[in-house]
C-alpha cells in the first residue's frame, strides 16, 4: 500500500497541552508522567466485556487454547469478527498455521475454565469437557460455553505484543440457556445480576431484535441453535 506523504510550512507545531480543569488539574490523566507510555490496562477494565475461550487443533489433531475477551464483530455481510492474541502465544502460531479455530463465548458458570485457560495448564483440554463438530474450527467446549463461532482465518495483523486475526465466520451454534459470563474491573459478574438493574428512567424504547441476514436456523437437540 503506498504512503502518502504530507508537506508542512515551517517548523512542527507542539501537541496543544489538555486544558486545566476546575481545580487545576490536567483533564487528560492518561498521560504519564515523565513522558512514558500510558498503562492502558486501567481503562481496559473499566469496559466490561463478555468471556471467551479461542481453541484450535494442530497437524497432528492435538488442542490448542487460550481465554480471550478481546472479540469483536467487525461484519455482518461477510460475517467476520476479529480476535486479538498475545503475539508469543502458542495457540495464536498453531491457529495462524491451520488458518480454523472456534470462539466459544463462556457462560455465568465457566469461571473455572476461563481461569484453567487462562493459566495455560497444559493438561487443561483433559480437564474439561470438549467435542469437535464435524467442520469445526475447533474443540467446542460444550461444559462451559453458550454460543461458539467457527472461523475461517481470513487476515492477521501484528501490532506491539498483540496480534488481531480477522476472521470469516462458517457457523455459529447457540445454546438458549444458560446466560453469559463476564468480565470487568478486574472481576466477574453475571449477565443476570446486570440484567435485573432497572433501566434509565429515560429509557422507554425497547432494544432493537438481533436480526442475521441471510442466515437459517436448524433446530437441535438440548436447545441448541445452528446458523449457518
Given at each position: 500500500?503506498?504512503?502518502?506523504?504530507v508537506s508542512r510550512s515551517g517548523?512542527?507545531?507542539?501537541?496543544?497541552?489538555?486544558?486545566?480543569?476546575?481545580?487545576?488539574?490536567?483533564?487528560?490523566?492518561?498521560?504519564?508522567?515523565?513522558?512514558?507510555?500510558?498503562?492502558?490496562?486501567?481503562?481496559?477494565?473499566?469496559?466490561?466485556?463478555?468471556?471467551?475461550?479461542?481453541?484450535?487443533?494442530?497437524?497432528?489433531?492435538?488442542?490448542?487454547?487460550?481465554?480471550?475477551?478481546?472479540?469483536?464483530?467487525?461484519?455482518?455481510?461477510?460475517?467476520?469478527?476479529?480476535?486479538?492474541?498475545?503475539?508469543?502465544?502458542?495457540?495464536?502460531?498453531?491457529?495462524l498455521a491451520q488458518g480454523h479455530?472456534?470462539?466459544?463465548?463462556?457462560?455465568?458458570?465457566?469461571?473455572?475454565?476461563?481461569?484453567?485457560?487462562?493459566?495455560?495448564?497444559?493438561?487443561?483440554?483433559?480437564?474439561?469437557?470438549?467435542?469437535?463438530?464435524?467442520?469445526?474450527?475447533?474443540?467446542?467446549?460444550?461444559?462451559?460455553?453458550?454460543?461458539?463461532?467457527?472461523?475461517?482465518?481470513?487476515?492477521?495483523?501484528?501490532?506491539?505484543?498483540?496480534?488481531?486475526?480477522?476472521?470469516?465466520?462458517?457457523?455459529?451454534?447457540?445454546?438458549?440457556?444458560?446466560?453469559?459470563?463476564?468480565?470487568?474491573?478486574?472481576?466477574?459478574?453475571?449477565?443476570?445480576?446486570?440484567?435485573?438493574?432497572?433501566?434509565?428512567?429515560?429509557?422507554?424504547?425497547?432494544?432493537?431484535?438481533?436480526?442475521?441476514?441471510?442466515?437459517?436456523?436448524?433446530?437441535?437437540?438440548?436447545?441448541?441453535?445452528?446458523?449457518?
Amino acid at each position: 500500500m503506498p504512503h502518502h506523504s504530507v508537506s508542512r510550512s515551517g517548523p512542527p507545531q507542539p501537541h496543544p497541552r489538555p486544558a486545566p480543569a476546575p481545580g487545576g488539574a490536567p483533564v487528560d490523566a492518561a498521560v504519564a508522567s515523565g513522558g512514558r507510555q500510558p498503562d492502558l490496562r486501567p481503562f481496559m477494565a473499566a469496559f466490561p466485556t463478555g468471556v471467551s475461550i479461542v481453541t484450535t487443533l494442530d497437524s497432528d489433531a492435538a488442542p490448542h487454547g487460550l481465554t480471550c475477551s478481546s472479540v469483536a464483530s467487525v461484519a455482518l455481510a461477510p460475517p467476520t469478527l476479529v480476535v486479538c492474541i498475545r503475539a508469543a502465544s502458542p495457540t495464536l502460531s498453531v491457529l495462524l498455521a491451520q488458518g480454523h479455530f472456534a470462539v466459544n463465548l463462556l457462560h455465568e458458570r465457566a469461571r473455572a475454565a476461563s481461569d484453567l485457560f487462562a493459566s495455560g495448564a497444559p493438561d487443561r483440554f483433559d480437564r474439561t469437557e470438549w467435542r469437535l463438530p464435524l467442520g469445526a474450527g475447533g474443540p467446542h467446549l460444550t461444559a462451559d460455553a453458550h454460543a461458539v463461532a467457527d472461523c475461517t482465518v481470513v487476515r492477521a495483523v501484528g501490532f506491539g505484543d498483540h496480534t488481531a486475526v480477522f476472521a470469516e465466520v462458517d457457523r455459529v451454534t447457540v445454546r438458549d440457556d444458560p446466560q453469559p459470563l463476564l468480565y470487568g474491573l478486574r472481576r466477574y459478574a453475571l449477565w443476570s445480576e446486570a440484567a435485573s438493574a432497572p433501566p434509565p428512567a429515560a429509557a422507554g424504547r425497547p432494544a432493537p431484535a438481533l436480526v442475521r441476514p441471510n442466515a437459517t436456523a436448524t433446530a437441535t437437540e438440548g436447545g441448541t441453535r445452528v446458523v449457518r
